[in-house]
């Protein structure tokens, strides 16, 4: 007789390993920008790729490790035909201006910023279905297990859905945030898969607005603290300076009025940072908990314990890392996420990997052309 698992057992939480090195992802990311430079950036869709194949393979869930079949060609053509589509409505845009609108249009207004006002206009949509899709191409190249990962739904049906939040959140002063978050993660959850096992999300805006409203009124608070504390010392600079001088000092500007400005920017800037920060990752530390608690697949179920100290010392460092390296520290950001998710993600339970087939779904044949065109892409 084999002795069956207990519920306990069953339940026994494990958690990711990552178990990547800072110095061979450089390795990886120093050549790409060298191929970048001899390539005139054509390399660029090659590089990424190495570099997710990478991550990928350094990083395992229950003892399994992920693989990444994407390919750089697949995403070059998917950004040819953004490339293409963006001319096509570049060439009618041109057309509708040039017959219909040239000798009725503004002063100063030509035909260049036309086709880039409008290019502006449909890119927020654009950039929302340009996530979606892009998230479907990366869990369509993703396989775990052997098990190929994928994902339902329509892209267009999000781009429509987060633009329309988006622009009523805009309306409201950002008091939709909560109706925002919540509904936007719902789709991205809910109709990914590993094989036929799907996720499921039980999240409820309702659930988190007593703390957003806190946060939000805290925000307020901080901000009008921090302007206070701003017109209290220009006031007080302005009286210690005199009138006369102080008139003296702005009618014949010169090199201590600009030290003097950028210095009294600066200060604002890094007081803003210290009392605004705080708030906002002890938001974002609690909607992370919340999505990934409300997260499952099938029986198994995901925790996690990210503080509000973590996520501050997590943002601020790599802020500084990307400052201070002039964009160079990028994989050591990248790093330091793989770790972070690694470090405080918790998986509860084991899937059946006898009833997991594969997904029916067809996958995309390119790859993430609209996330790559409108700069909303990382790794």
Not at 122 to 127: K, R
Not at 322 to 330: F, H, R, S
């Amino acid at each position: 007789m084999i002795p069956q698992p207990t519920a306990s057992a069953a339940l026994a939480p494990s958690r990711p390993v990552y178990d990547g090195k800072l110095g061979e992802l450089y390795a990886i990311y120093l050549r790409h920008l060298l191929l970048m430079l001899l390539t005139l950036g054509l390399s660029r869709f090659w590089g990424r790729t190495r570099i997710r194949r990478y991550l990928w393979n350094h990083f395992s869930i229950l003892g399994d490790r992920f693989e990444y079949r994407g390919r750089g060609l697949e995403l070059m053509i998917g950004f040819l035909i953004v490339v293409a589509i963006l001319a096509v409505w570049a060439g009618v845009v041109w057309a509708i201006w040039h017959f219909g609108f040239r000798d009725r249009s503004a002063p100063g207004l030509d035909i260049i910023d036309v086709v880039f006002l409008s290019i502006g206009l449909i890119g927020v949509p654009l950039a929302f279905v340009g996530q979606y899709s892009g998230l479907r191409y990366k869990l369509s190249r993703t396989r775990w297990r052997g098990i190929r990962c994928a994902m339902d739904g329509s892209a267009w049906s999000y781009g429509a859905l987060a633009t329309g939040l988006t622009f009523a959140n805009a309306m409201t002063a950002r008091l939709l945030t909560p109706v925002v978050s919540v509904n936007l993660a719902r789709p991205r959850i809910a109709h990914a898969h590993v094989g036929t096992q799907g996720f499921e999300f039980a999240g409820r805006a309702g659930d988190i607005y007593g703390r957003y409203v806190g946060y939000y009124f805290l925000n307020i608070g901080a901000w009008i603290v921090a302007v206070g504390i701003a017109v209290a010392a220009v006031t007080g600079s302005i009286a210690r300076l005199g009138g006369a001088e102080f008139e003296e000092a702005f009618t014949h500007p010169g090199p201590k009025l600009f030290l003097t400005i950028a210095v009294a920017a600066f200060a604002a800037y890094l007081l803003f940072g210290v009392m605004i920060l705080p708030l906002r990752c002890w938001w974002r530390a609690y909607l992370y908990r919340y999505l990934v608690s409300h997260t499952r697949a099938g029986t198994v179920l995901f925790a996690t314990a990210l503080t509000t100290r973590q996520m501050w010392g997590f943002l601020v460092l790599n802020y500084l890392i990307v400052m201070l390296t002039l964009g160079l520290g990028w994989p050591w950001v990248i790093h330091r996420t793989m770790r972070l998710i690694a470090g405080e993600l918790w998986v509860y339970g084991e899937p059946d990997g006898a009833a997991i087939g594969q997904p029916p779904q067809r996958p995309p044949r390119f790859g993430e052309g609209l996330l790559d065109m409108f700069d909303v892409s990382s790794i």
